[in-house]
């Protein structure tokens, strides 16, 4: 069965994730330990015990979800290794964030070169959501079309088109006001505003790909060992320029996950299995195609389900 590993992205964060099963597991443990390494504070406090409103500052969220959803994969890997079993996939995808989260998983880059670019790329978005003055709604049951022509009539952006009937739209404050009502107007079941700190993928969001791209450029990157499947494409970055130029175009472009999984499902990718805080991803999936296998691995009941499924 074709394999594809899944990677949340921001949004997904909750106090206490990783806490149980660095706990029960050495490899997952580590994972942690390296992260406050290389960062020099303890990140696994943060996504331990936070408190929220340290957890969810964008500098914060970002590297924990990161560090959270590799423990998750090398927990998955130690429990099929004391079998004798090696986890098999083909192909990485990630939402945003979790972008370069796919890369370390598909051995593009380390794991420290990978927490080290979350954790600028999370600063870098902070001080560009400080800077503007944005937000982002998510707009429900509404034609694409139909969408896009709203968004251009208010000034705001389509930033994620995640799955059937659930886009999130981004821009300044009042032009997603503006559209929200336009929205509702033109058919959309709800258009409710999202409580984030800023006007993610979209132009508000320029100021960051400056410093990504410098720390980007200094970054070793190799050919991914498995198809990792871009946000901004919606198909797999083949070589290391791509990778970087990919990524920095992510931060203000459309995230086109649906799209995504749909390559996915054209290749004949039959199992996914996401990896990280929540299982947002794995909702998506069962709106975009719900006859396919579809596994979560956040916690140690689900990292036992999954491993014995496998």
């Keep these: 069965m074709k394999t594809a590993l899944l990677f949340a992205g921001q949004g997904a964060q909750v106090v206490g994730m990783g806490k149980k099963l660095a706990a029960a597991s050495p490899a997952a443990r580590q994972v942690f330990e390296r ?107 509404l034609d694409e079309a139909v969408c896009a022509e709203v968004c251009k009539e208010s000034g705001a952006e389509v930033a994620n088109l995640n799955c059937p009937g659930q886009i999130v739209i981004s821009g300044e404050k009042t032009a997603i006001a503006a559209a929200c009502e336009k929205a509702k107007a033109r058919g959309a079941k709800r258009a409710l505003p999202l409580n984030v700190a800023g006007a993610y993928h979209s132009r508000l969001m320029a100021n960051a790909q400056a410093p990504l791209a410098n720390a980007l450029a200094g970054t070793t990157l190799v050919t991914p060992k498995v198809m990792v499947v871009s946000n901004v494409t919606a198909k797999p970055a083949a070589t290391p320029e791509e990778v970087r130029d990919l990524l920095v175009r992510q931060v203000v472009s459309s995230v086109y996950w649906d799209a995504s999984m749909r390559w996915l499902l054209a290749q004949g990718f039959q199992r996914f299995i996401e990896l990280g805080p929540g299982t947002v991803l794995a909702g998506f999936m069962k709106r975009i195609d719900s006859s396919v296998q579809v596994l979560s691995v956040n916690d140690c009941a689900s990292l036992a389900a999954v491993t014995a499924r496998l």
């Design 35 to 141: 992260a406050n390494a290389v960062l020099g504070y303890d990140l696994a406090r943060i996504c331990f015990d936070g408190p929220e409103a340290e957890l969810t500052k964008t500098d914060n969220a970002q590297p924990a979800i990161f560090a959270t959803s590799i423990a998750c994969l090398e927990a998955l890997r130690a429990e099929l290794g004391k079998q004798g079993r090696s986890l098999e996939f083909t192909a990485t995808a990630g939402l945003s964030l979790g972008e370069f989260t796919a890369h370390v998983a598909a051995g593009t880059m380390s794991f420290e070169d990978g927490l080290k670019l979350v954790r600028l790329r999370g600063q870098a978005m902070q001080a560009a959501c400080e800077a503007t003055a944005g937000t982002m709604a998510a707009v429900m049951n």
